[in-house]
């Protein structure tokens, strides 16, 4: 890949004092916060990124990002975490049997402390996608993290459906890639592997379907997501730029998170991946089981070309309404896919303004 943006950048947030602010979890992993302040107001937003991806999902220079946007709409204060999933870090690149019990207990708790000890009890706003989203909610309705004000939720909380092919994937694809192929992640960057070693192989056969744009990390990316051509968004909603460095926007994936996805699907709900492990005694079995009691109003992104997550905050949405109806709140997001809602080259019209008019309608 020619690269034309440099990764790992925060160049795409102006006018805004940027810091870093290392901390630790429980159970010894090194996180990280990046703070972007231009004012310190009543608010706070924390933006949570999902697997395989990072917080630079929220800061891309080459269009208007969430951030920005937030900054410039009375949001002065923005922090993005990168916790375990990050590909800021190598986590997901090292065989690993991490759960997504394991973010909500260990990630959320110790991220929300460190943010907490810099901004005191100033109202917490959270915007969260994907994995990211399914597990800070299961924080949430376990009573793990508490004192949000309100939490945004792209694509999926705590309800994951998947289309039927994903399915088939989900209950044969880890064993076969860890057992017979012999590998414990997926990258979109494996098309770059050298020849004929099983990463390049696997990238190759991979293309071989795919068929509807030349780039190999766009294939892979469906391959790991979801069922489609492309599965992750809509190739007309992102800048030609943004789709040739799809590998630095969400990169490599360890295999045991689905694992805990395909029990959740299973499941038709979050619930705990282990649990008769002690270590997660503290965890619901069902996170959905006091639903009711949880007073944070939630936002549902709920993109209608989701070929990663279907309709799951559709019918997220039902069943809140009838635990604690007039409580959340469900926006419907036409023409957009998984992704693309956040890095989309238009989803400052489209996306964003809703997110900005949810937050500041619970921080009156």
Request: proline share 5%; glycine share 8%.
């Amino acid at each position: 890949m020619t690269r034309t943006i440099t990764r790992f950048t925060h160049e795409g947030v102006s006018d805004a004092e940027v810091s870093v602010h290392p901390f630790a979890t429980g159970d010894g992993l090194g996180l990280s916060l990046t703070r972007f302040l231009r004012t310190e107001g009543e608010d706070v937003v924390l933006l949570v990124h999902g697997l395989t991806s990072a917080s630079d999902v929220y800061i891309m220079p080459e269009h208007r990002n969430l951030t920005s946007h937030l900054l410039d709409n009375g949001f002065g204060d923005v922090w993005a975490v990168d916790f375990r999933m990050s590909g800021r870090f190598p986590y997901d690149a090292e065989t690993h049997r991490y759960t997504l019990d394991d973010i909500a207990l260990y990630d959320f708790p110790a991220t929300l402390k460190e943010l907490r000890r810099h901004v005191g009890d100033r109202r917490v706003h959270v915007i969260a996608h994907c994995l990211g989203a399914v597990s800070f909610s299961m924080s949430l309705f376990a009573g793990a993290v508490d004192g949000i004000t309100t939490l945004t939720c792209n694509s999926v909380s705590l309800t994951p459906r998947v289309p039927a092919f994903s399915k088939v994937k989900l209950s044969l694809g880890t064993w076969l890639l860890e057992y017979v192929v012999g590998l414990p992640f997926l990258d979109p960057r494996f098309g770059d592997a050298p020849f004929l070693t099983r990463p390049w192989m696997l990238s190759r056969a991979v293309s071989l379907f795919h068929g509807e744009c030349r780039e190999r990390a766009c294939h892979m990316q469906s391959f790991q997501w979801g069922s489609g051509k492309p599965a992750m968004y809509e190739h007309s909603n992102l800048l030609p730029e943004t789709h040739a460095r799809v590998a630095d926007i969400c990169s490599a994936s360890g295999l045991h998170y689905y694992r805990h996805v395909r029990k959740m699907v299973s499941s038709g709900r979050a619930v705990k991946y282990a649990p008769d492990d002690a270590r997660y005694a503290g965890l619901p079995r069902d996170y959905l089981q006091n639903a009711a009691d949880v007073r944070t109003p939630l936002l549902l992104l709920a993109p209608d070309r989701n070929r990663v997550f279907t309709d799951s905050n559709v019918h997220l949405h039902k069943i809140l309404e009838r635990a604690a109806p007039g409580r959340h709140e469900l926006a419907v997001l036409p023409g957009y896919g998984h992704l693309d809602p956040l890095i989309g080259k238009n989803s400052y019209i489209d996306v964003f303004p809703r997110i900005v008019d949810f937050l500041k309608r619970h921080s009156a």
